[in-house]
Nanobody
Framework: QVQLVESGGGLVQPGGSLRLSCAAS????????MGWYRQVPGKQRELVAI???????NYADSVKGRFTISRDNAKNTVYLQMNSLKPEDTAVYYC???????????????WGQGTQVTVSS
């Protein structure tokens, strides 16, 4: 099994910054893409940013220029630096990892437990 543990959420004022972290542990041969999603009550979970094992990135239009995704492959960790935060960024943020299992080399998708980000004055 694989566990994803997130940290870094909280309450921040508009215009402020937060950095989310998500560390993967367990039976891991390799991690392909890692990403961050967010969800507000009554709406579907949406992609925020994604990064491949080679470092290629993709962002939702709503966060381009404000958020930066990065990863440390040696630590199996993905980060989301969020700057110039807006009230509409308020959501539960979930990390995601496409993990290749040892021996079978089968890819599985795992999710973190979610961390609340609230942007409010």
């Amino acid at each position: 099994q694989v566990q994803l543990v997130e940290s870094g959420g909280g309450l921040v004022q508009p215009g402020g910054s937060l950095r989310l972290s998500c560390a993967a542990s367990g039976r891991i041969f390799r991690i392909n893409a890692m990403g961050w999603y967010r969800q507000v009550p009554g709406k579907q979970r949406e992609l925020v940013a994604i990064i491949t094992s080679g470092g290629s990135t993709n962002y939702a239009d709503s966060v381009k220029g404000r958020f930066t995704i990065s990863r440390d492959n040696a630590k199996n960790t993905v980060y989301l630096q969020m700057n110039s935060l807006k009230p509409e960024d308020t959501a539960v943020y979930y990390c995601n990892a496409d993990v290749v299992a040892p021996y079978t080399r089968t890819e599985y998708k795992y999710w973190g437990q979610g961390t609340q980000v609230t942007v409010s004055s």
